[in-house]
């Protein structure tokens, strides 16, 4: 079973900057994993994909967040990060980190992000 733990969230005002870590219990470059996500919920809405980043390296944003998050990695340490910069009132959510892995995908508990005006 692979764990994964955010940490990084809280609240801040709105043009504000966080980041976000989650730390693997596995190597993020086991033969098994193919990349690592961020996705994020706010209340009344359904989950959705941040920004993820494949094992190649090369990432992918959501539209809304081009040009002002990014996607890391550490794989010596085995975490990711994302740094969120210029922060609007509409990305207050609670953000998960996802492991895709080759037969199953895995979760975190998820930190809550609160921007606030």
């Known amino acids: 079973q692979v764990q994964l733990v955010e940490s990084g969230g809280g609240s801040v005002q709105a043009g504000g900057s966080l980041r976000l870590s989650c730390a693997a219990s596995?190597?993020?470059?086991?033969?098994?994993?193919?990349?690592m996500s961020w996705y994020r919920q706010a209340p009344g809405k359904q989950r959705e994909l941040v920004a993820r980043?494949?094992?190649?390296?090369?990432?992918n944003y959501a539209d809304s967040m081009k040009g002002r998050f990014t996607i890391s990695r550490d794989i010596a340490k085995n975490t990711v990060a994302l740094q969120m910069n210029s922060l609007t009132l509409e990305d207050t959510a609670v953000y998960y980190c996802?492991?895709?892995?080759?037969?199953?995908?895995?979760w975190g508990q998820g930190t809550q992000v609160t921007v606030s005006s």
């Open positions: 596995k190597s993020i470059m086991s033969i098994d994993v193919m990349a």
């Open positions: 980043i494949w094992k190649l390296g090369n990432t």
């Open positions: 996802q492991l895709v892995g080759t037969q199953n995908n895995y």
